[in-house]
């Protein structure tokens, strides 16, 4: 989050990143002009998202209800814009996965733990179709990491209720040497330097998540714009929004290097290019490195 970062309106269609249906989906993210989900942003604020939820409410309910789980309708939504205090939290914050993410077919519980109690729902669209990564399996069970308010925060879906695949790519974000590494395969493809959060707005550390991508055709301090599965742990709100960090490219290069953001993660524009050709639901690793 910079001194000029965004604030999203609502009410844009999502990129359709990703097939559904059940097949393989192509990895395909977003690039500026082409396939990208176009949003109005107001500037002076920075990359915080205001606006409503941008779940189904007609989305079917889970087929497998049974007595005494809660309504669907009853349960929050995990967006961005929200805050699951009964979420469980990342136990492993630093590690990578497999590469699985995962995606809801329809408006979903998600538990506290298998066959547990169900404290939320997330739905088949977020900024973008939503991919979540996966952290642990269990019995017919997939833990994910979640969009929402606090940062580590997780769930288990059962594995009838969403769509599996795999990405290749992982983004390892390295707040003490103030760099950004993108790898596939566990190959470096690049490394390039970042400004992060000044001292009182730090960028978050721990395990997120690609949650998104769009452009703002009225501006152009970046060309595309990557909201993250994390929050400021400073501001509760910035600019009329959740305070959503995400990753963007500057104009001028003298922030490269330096802590001079709210929050946001500012890349090179080359890196930018590469960062979005990568998935939606990549794990993003941010350490103190």
Known sequence: MTNDEFE?????????ANNTSGRSWKFILISAGAGVLVVALVLGGVMWFSGGTSGDPQAAPQAAETAGEVD???LTESTTHTKLDDAPRDSAPQETTDGT??????????YDAPDGTAFAKIGPKQLGDTWLPVID???GWSQVLLPSKPNGATGWVS???????TTPYLIRVHLGSRTIEL???????GSWPIGIGKEDTPTPTGRTFLLGSFVDP??????VILPLGSHSETLDTFGGGPGTVAIHTWPTSDVFGTRSSHGCIQVPKDALNRLTEVPLGTLVLVDQH
């Open 218 to 223: 009225n501006q152009d301090f970046s060309p």
């Open 8 to 16: 999203s309106s609502n009410g844009a269609s999502a990129p359709a």
């Open 72 to 74: 669907l309708a009853a």
């Open 101 to 110: 993410v995962v995606h809801p077919q329809q408006m979903t519980k998600i």
């Open 183 to 189: 790898r596939k395969d566990g190959e470096q493809l």
């Open 137 to 139: 399996t269990q019995d």
């Open 159 to 165: 594995d009838d209720a969403v769509v599996r695949d």
